[in-house]
């Protein structure tokens, strides 16, 4: 099994320039928990998740009580906030060395790059769960 079966083919991208401003209308447009950060090739340089966002920013930012300091974390730019450690897998890879690679980093999030470095995909744990648990009611069939 390849990883392209599983993976989910959207994606959205940012720049590290973006303000986290940006960071937070594109989690609430579209309701997932990871954004891909690539350069002005579209190469992947980081990802940036929803706990990311959530560390650097204050938790008072979605209050009526939000003050001008709370509100001032949104200007905040990605770069100042992402891990430039990077962990990606490749589009064609085997299905077991996502999970070995899940397993061994504990990540639960995986872009999926081609051979020049653009995120295609993107595969999480709870992408293999969903799998896994058709593998098992379709064998009770």
């Known amino acids: 099994m390849?990883?392209?079966?599983?993976?989910s083919e959207e994606v959205t991208c940012i720049n590290l320039?973006?303000?986290?401003?940006?960071?937070?209308?594109?989690?609430?447009k579209h309701k997932f928990h990871h954004l891909m950060v690539t350069d002005s090739k579209n190469q992947l340089i980081a990802?940036?998740?929803?706990r990311d966002y959530l560390k650097a920013t204050n938790s008072n930012i979605e209050l009526p009580a939000a003050n001008e300091k709370?509100?001032?974390?949104l200007n905040k730019?990605?770069?100042q906030i992402?891990?430039?450690?990077?962990?990606?897998?490749?589009?064609?890879s085997p299905f077991s060395e996502a999970i070995k690679t899940f397993?061994?980093?504990?990540?639960?999030c995986l872009p999926v790059i081609n051979s020049n470095n653009q995120p295609v995909g993107v595969i999480t744990s709870r992408d293999i769960i969903k799998w896994l648990y058709?593998?098992?009611?379709?064998?009770?069939?």
């Open 17 to 28: 320039d973006d303000r986290l401003s940006v960071v937070r209308e594109l989690f609430i």
């Open 70 to 73: 709370d509100l001032a974390m």
């Open 77 to 79: 730019r990605v770069h």
């Open 103 to 108: 397993h061994d980093t504990g990540m639960s």
């Open 134 to 141: 058709s593998k098992v009611n379709s064998a009770k069939s």
């Open 2 to 7: 390849k990883i392209e079966e599983i993976m």
């Open 82 to 92: 992402v891990s430039k450690k990077l962990v990606a897998i490749k589009q064609f």
């Open 47 to 50: 990802v940036i998740s929803e």
